[in-house]
C-alpha cells in the first residue's frame, strides 16, 4: 500500500510539473517550436526585452498591486486585530470569507455595473479598488492564522506597566505579528499581479489600462509563440520566488487560496 | 477607550471597503437581473420584470447550467480522487519532509492561473507536445483532437484545482487523530475497512471542503473554457462574459450571475451540513 501510494503522489507532482517543465524548456529552444530541439538560445527574452506593449503593460501590474498589496495589507492587519478581539460573528465571518469565493466573473460584473452606474471613470485606480476587496480579505486570513496562538497577555503586561495603546502596538504586537504581516503582503501581491478577469472588467478601453496578465490572454488567443513561453517562465519565477519567501516568513504556515 | 470599540475601530476600514466595493455590488446586480436591457443598451429602468429569470430557464440557457454543472462535477471528482491519495501519501511520508511536499503540491497553485492553462495548449494541440511524441514512438499517425473539446477543459480544470484539494485534506488528515485507525486495526479490520469506516468518515470535512471550491470555482470559470474549449464549449462564466462585453444586455448578465450565487450557496451549505454531520458522527 504505502508503494502504491508513493508510485501516486510521484505521478501526481509529475502531472503538477511537467506542463511548468515543458513551457521553461521550449522557452530557451532556439527555433521556438515544440516539435523539435534545435539548440539553445536565450532570443525570446531578448525579444520579450524589446516589446513595448509587454513592457509597459508589466510596469502597470506592478504598478496595481504594489498599492493594492500597500493598502489590503495596512486594513487587513487592522481588520484581523480587531475581528481577534471582537465576539465571534459568524456573518462577519462569512463577509470576510466571500471574496475568496465568490467567482471573480461575478465580482468582476457587479464592480464593473456599480462603477457604470456611479459614474465612476475606470483605469487603473479601479483596478486597484478592485483588487484591494480580495487581497484585504486574504490578508486577513493570514495574520488571523498567526493570532490564533498569539498569546494576549503580552499586550496586557505592556499596558499595566503605562504602555499606551500605541505604543504597546508598535513595541509588542507589530514585532510579533511582523513576519505574518510580510508573508501576506507577499502572497497578496503574488494574486494581484497574477489576477486577470477581474481587472480585465474594471480597466476601462484602452491600452494605457492593460495589466501584463491582459496582454498575456490576448497574447494566448492568437496562438502558441516562443515570446509567450519566454514571458511565462519569467512570470513563473517571480511568483515562486515571493511564494518561497513568504513561506519562509510564515513557517510552514501555508493558506490555500 | 473601551475595548469594543477599539476592536470596532480597527475592523471599520476594512469592513467599509468590503461592503462598498463586493456587498453593494453584488446587490446592485441582484437589483439589475429584475430589469430589461434598454432599446439603446444600458438598463431601462422603467418597469420591473421576471422576463429574464424566464429566459435564463430557457431551454438553451438552461442547458448551458447543466452542462456547466456536470463539466465542473466530473472534475471534482477527478480532483478528489487524484488529491485524496496524494494526501493520504504526503501524511505518511516521513515527518520532516511533509511541510516540503505539502509546500511543493501547492506551489503550482500560486502561479498565473492563465499561464497554467496556456501550457496545456502547448501540450494538447495538433501540433504540440503529445501528439508529437505519440507520433514519434509510432504510437498514432495522426494527430488526436485533444484540445478544443470537454476533455481538455476538465484536464485543464483538475489540474488547476488539484492542489487546493491536497491541502484541505491534508488539513484533515492531520487533525485526525491515529488511534481510531489504530484501534479499528487491532480489533481485527482489514486496512480497507479501516479507512472505508473510520479515516475516509473522519476527514469528510476536508474532502467537503476541497469538493466545494473545485466545484464553485469550475462551475463560473471563465478562462478555462474559453482557452482550452476554444469557444465550441459554452459554459456560465462565458455566457455572462458574452452579455456584458458582446451582447450588452447586462440585466441577463446579472440575472446568470444571480443565479450562480444561488449555486455556489448551495454548495457551501451542503458543505456546511457535510461538516457538520462529520462533527457529530464522533462527537
Same mark, same amino acid.
Given at each position: 500500500m504505502p508503494r502504491f501510494l508513493n508510485l501516486h503522489l510521484g505521478a501526481t507532482f509529475a502531472f503538477l510539473y511537467i506542463p511548468i517543465a515543458v513551457l521553461i524548456v521550449l522557452s530557451f529552444n532556439?527555433? $521556438?517550436?515544440?516539435?523539435?530541439? %534545435?539548440g539553445f538560445s536565450v532570443e525570446w527574452y531578448g525579444r520579450l526585452a524589446a516589446n513595448p506593449k509587454i513592457l509597459a503593460s508589466a510596469w502597470n501590474s506592478v504598478i496595481v498591486a504594489t498599492i493594492s498589496t500597500l493598502i489590503a495589507t495596512v486594513l487587513g492587519t487592522l481588520l484581523a486585530l480587531g475581528v481577534e478581539r471582537a465576539n465571534p460573528s459568524p456573518a462577519r465571518d462569512a463577509l470576510l470569507f466571500a471574496p475568496m469565493i465568490v467567482p471573480d466573473i461575478v465580482l468582476a460584473i457587479a464592480l464593473l455595473s456599480f462603477f457604470t452606474l456611479i459614474k465612476f471613470t475606470l483605469g487603473l485606480h479601479s483596478i486597484i479598488l478592485a483588487h484591494v476587496v480580495f487581497n484585504i480579505a486574504f490578508v486577513c486570513a493570514v495574520v488571523r492564522a498567526r493570532l490564533? $496562538?498569539?498569546?494576549?497577555s503580552l499586550t496586557e503586561v505592556s499596558r499595566d506597566l503605562g504602555a499606551g495603546h500605541l505604543v504597546t502596538f508598535r513595541k509588542i504586537t507589530l514585532p510579533l505579528i511582523l513576519p505574518s504581516v510580510i508573508a501576506a503582503a507577499l502572497l497578496a501581491f503574488t494574486l494581484s499581479i497574477d489576477e486577470f478577469i477581474i481587472a480585465y472588467f474594471t480597466a476601462?478601453?484602452?491600452?494605457? %489600462?492593460?495589466?501584463l496578465p491582459m496582454q498575456i490572454y490576448s497574447m494566448i488567443r492568437f496562438g502558441v509563440t516562443p515570446e509567450i513561453n519566454a514571458m511565462a517562465s519569467i512570470v513563473m519565477a517571480v511568483s515562486f520566488v515571493l511564494v518561497l519567501l513568504a513561506q519562509r516568513l510564515n513557517r510552514g504556515r501555508m493558506p490555500g487560496a | 477607550m473601551p475595548p469594543r470599540l477599539i476592536s470596532w475601530l480597527l475592523m471599520a476600514p476594512g469592513l467599509l471597503w468590503l461592503t462598498a466595493l463586493m456587498i453593494v455590488p453584488c446587490l446592485l446586480i441582484f437589483i439589475l437581473a429584475f430589469f430589461e436591457r434598454g @432599446?439603446?443598451?444600458?438598463?431601462?429602468?422603467s418597469a420591473a420584470t421576471l422576463e429574464n429569470f424566464a429566459r435564463a430557464f430557457d431551454h438553451l440557457y438552461f442547458s448551458i447550467f447543466l452542462d456547466s454543472a456536470r463539466i465542473a462535477l466530473i472534475a471534482t471528482m477527478i480532483a478528489l480522487l487524484i488529491g485524496y491519495p496524494a494526501a493520504y501519501a504526503i501524511m505518511k511520508a516521513p515527518e520532516r519532509w511533509q511541510t516540503s511536499l505539502l509546500f511543493l503540491a501547492i506551489?503550482?497553485?500560486? @502561479?498565473n492561473y492563465l499561464i497554467r492553462t496556456y501550457a496545456w495548449i502547448v501540450l494538447l494541440n495538433p501540433v504540440g507536445v503529445i501528439n508529437n511524441v505519440l507520433i514519434y514512438l509510432g504510437v498514432i499517425s495522426q494527430p488526436l483532437p485533444?484540445?478544443?473539446?470537454e476533455f481538455a477543459v476538465i484536464l485543464g480544470l483538475v489540474y488547476n484545482y488539484t492542489p487546493f484539494v491536497i491541502l484541505a485534506i491534508y488539513s484533515a488528515l492531520q487533525r485526525l487523530d491515529p488511534s481510531y485507525a489504530e484501534a479499528s486495526r487491532d480489533l481485527g479490520a482489514s486496512a480497507v475497512t479501516t479507512f472505508v469506516r473510520i479515516t475516509l468518515p473522519l476527514t469528510a470535512a476536508g474532502v467537503a471542503a476541497g469538493a466545494v471550491f473545485v466545484f464553485v470555482l469550475s462551475i463560473g470559470n471563465f478562462v478555462t473554457p474559453d482557452l482550452l474549449g476554444g469557444g465550441k464549449l459554452q459554459m456560465i462564466g462565458n455566457l455572462i462574459y458574452d452579455q456584458f462585453? @458582446?451582447?450588452?444586455?447586462w440585466p441577463f448578465g446579472a440575472t446568470l450571475s444571480g443565479l450562480l450565487i444561488a449555486l455556489m450557496m448551495i454548495a457551501l451549505f451542503m458543505q456546511a451540513v457535510a461538516t457538520g454531520r462529520a462533527r457529530g458522527d464522533h462527537a
Open positions: 532556439k527555433a $521556438g517550436l515544440p516539435t523539435a530541439w %534545435s490564533k $496562538g498569539f498569546d494576549w476601462g478601453a484602452g491600452q494605457a %489600462s492593460t495589466t | @432599446t439603446y443598451g444600458g438598463i431601462d429602468w506551489l503550482p497553485f500560486w @502561479t485533444l484540445l478544443y473539446n462585453l @458582446t451582447a450588452r444586455d
